[in-house]
C-alpha cells in the first residue's frame, strides 16, 4: 500500500509524490498547523515540545498525521510496512506514539539531516496504538525529504530505528523491508539486471516502475509541468479500484494522491473519487505563533459545484488543533 517519490530536477527542484493506498477510506482532511503549538508524545513518556516550525498535513480520521511538510521544507510520509516491529514499549526510553511520530520531526527539524542526526542520538522509540473506531493497529514507516533533495527511510524491524539516508533513496513503497527493495531491484533491466519492468500492483514492482519514471522526467518549463511531470509518475504505480480478490481482504487502492514541492512550499491534494485538484501554497496561510489551526473540510466537499478547487489556501476553517490519538492516561 502507497508509493513514494523523490525528483530532484536539474534547476533545484525538489517535488515529492506520494500515493496514499488503502482498503478503506480514511476520513482525510488537510490541517494548517501554526508555530508554537505544544504536544506530547501520546505515550505518557519523556517528550513534549512545542512546534518550532508550521506545517500543513494531511490526517488520517483527524487523530494522526500520515503526509505533510513544514515550512522550512521539510516533508514526512506515513506508508505502510507489515515487517514492523517497534519493540516492547520500554518506559526508560525516549517514545513517540506512531499518530504524532510524522508530526514530531514536522514540528522540530528543518532537514533530513537534523531528523537523522536526532533519531540516531536518541534511537526514539515508535509506540502502535489502534485506531478506537476500528481496532486496527498501523504497521508504518516514515520517510522525509528536505528542499535540498535530501531524503531518509525510517524503519523499526528489530525495536529499534534503521535509517537509510542518502539523497539517492528517493523511492519507497511497501513490503517487503527497505534493504531488501534495493536488492530487488537490481534485477530490473537499467538498474542491473535483465528483468523487463514489472507491471503488477506488487510492492516491488511499484517500486521498480517509480525508479524508471522519475529518472526518466524531462526538465519541466514551469511549476506546473513539474508537478505534472511527479503526478504522472505516481499516477503509473497507483492501484485500481476492485473488488478484493479471495483472501485478500485488504486489498488495496489509491484513495488519494499529493506531490509536495519543498523548494516553493507548494501542497497538491488529488483525490481519487473526486474530480478536482487542489493546491495550498504555504506562504498564504498564517503559521506564526499564536496564529489559530486551520481545517480544511475535504470530506464535505462534492466538488461537483462550487466545490473545492484550485488553490484553497483561503478556504481553511479556524479551528482546534488536531488532536492526535495517545494512551489513555
Known sequence: MCTRVVWNGPSGQVLVGRNMDYHRETATNLWALPRGITRDDGVGGQLSWTSKYGSVVAGAYDMMTVDGLN????????????ESDYGTHDKSRPALSVAVWMQYFLDNFATVAEAVDWIEKTSVQVVPLGDPATGEVPAVHLALDDATGDSAIIEYLDGTPTVWHSRDYAVMTNSPAYGEQLELLKKVK???????????????????????????????????QA??????????AAQPFRVPEPGKPYASQTIWQTVADLAEKRYVFESTTRPNIVWVDLSDLDLSEGAPAGKLDLLGDTALEGGLAGNVSGRFEKSDPLTFIAMPS
Open 190 to 224: 537499467g538498474f542491473g539486471g535483465d528483468a523487463p519492468l514489472p507491471g503488477t500492483g506488487d510492492a516491488s514492482d511499484r517500486f521498480a516502475r517509480a525508479a524508471h519514471y522519475v529518472s526518466s522526467l524531462p526538465e519541466p518549463q514551469s511549476q506546473v
Open 71 to 82: 515550512e522550512a521544507g521539510l516533508g514526512g510520509h506515513i506508508l505502510w510496512l507489515t
Open 227 to 236: 508537478i505534472a511531470g511527479v503526478l504522472s509518475v505516481i499516477r503509473n
